[in-house]
Structure formats: C-alpha cells, structure tokens
C-alpha cells in the first residue's frame, strides 16, 4: 500500500497538526515541508538549535521532527525546552529523530527519550504514516474525525 498517495487522496489528512521540523539539511527540511504541508500540516523549518529555540517562544509545535547531529549545537538544550514546554501545558510533544548514522548515533543519545527514530534518507509513506500516527488521538480526531474512519 502506498500511504503517500492514499493520504494524498484525503484532502487534509494532517489538518491543524503543528509541525516544527529542525534539521540543518535545507534539502532534507524543504522536503519534508513540502509533504506534510501538501497533507494539511502547519509546518515551521528550522536549520539549526538556535533557530529552533527561538521559533518556539511563539509556536507551540504538536510534533518536532529532528535531526540529531548539529555541528558545534547539542539538541538536548532544545528537547529540554520541549519537555519545559510540556510541563507547563501538560501536553506530551513526540518527536520523531531522524540521522544519517546507523545505530552507533542511536546508541550516543541514551538520555533522549523520543517515539521513532529514522535513518536517512527516510521512507517517505513511513514518515507520513508516523506523523499521522503520533498525533492521530489529539489533533487529527480534533478537526477531522470522519478521516478516523476512512484509515
């Protein structure tokens, strides 16, 4: 089954899911952009920590989507940020970590508790279908219930 094209098919799939995408890969970033917007999602880019950490003073993202390697930047400063974030909101943020390494990146970040992690380049249906997956019971239910149903 192709996922792409199946939720392609259904306009809106990921209507009203706030998505912030932190990957220092413009290539990678404007790619997965374009997908998820072109499936309905709000989508913020950030190519770096910093740039992240500033978007977020102002948007609250459903699920981050993040590379884990940044020259000179560590991303744990940001996933406390998110945890700081779900603290006060009381609202769980998943995040999807995606690298170009195999395991021995995956092995290097113990401390970082996320839902999937993906090697590059990524399955784009996988990658559509997780996003949906992890926010399908707050957002997708929220302002498209009928679309439950279809999938």
């Known amino acids: 089954?192709?996922?792409?094209?199946?939720?392609?098919?259904?306009?809106?799939?990921?209507?009203?899911?706030?998505?912030?995408?932190?990957?220092?890969?413009?290539?990678?970033?404007?790619?997965?952009?374009?997908?998820?917007?072109?499936l309905g999602a709000n989508v913020i880019t950030a190519g770096s920590v910093k740039e992240a950490l500033e978007i977020l003073s102002s948007f609250t993202p459903n699920i981050l989507v993040c590379e884990i390697r940044f020259l000179g930047e560590s991303i744990y400063t940001l996933l406390n940020t998110l945890s700081a974030m779900e603290a006060d909101?009381?609202?769980?943020?998943?995040?999807?970590?995606?690298?170009?390494?195999?395991?021995?990146?995956?092995?290097?970040?113990?401390?970082?508790?996320?839902?999937?992690?993906?090697?590059?380049?990524?399955?784009?249906?996988?990658?559509a279908s997780m996003i949906r997956n992890q926010v399908q019971s707050d957002v997708v239910e929220k302002f498209c219930p009928e679309l439950l149903v279809l999938h």
């Open 1 to 38: 089954m192709n996922l792409i094209n199946d939720f392609c098919l259904t306009v809106g799939i990921l209507k009203g899911v706030q998505v912030l995408i932190v990957d220092n890969d413009r290539d990678s970033r404007d790619l997965y952009a374009f997908l998820l917007k072109d």
């Open 89 to 127: 909101n009381g609202n769980h943020i998943p995040i999807i970590v995606t690298s170009t390494s195999s395991t021995g990146t995956y092995d290097q970040i113990p401390d970082v508790e996320f839902e999937e992690y993906l090697l590059k380049p990524l399955d784009l249906d996988k990658f």
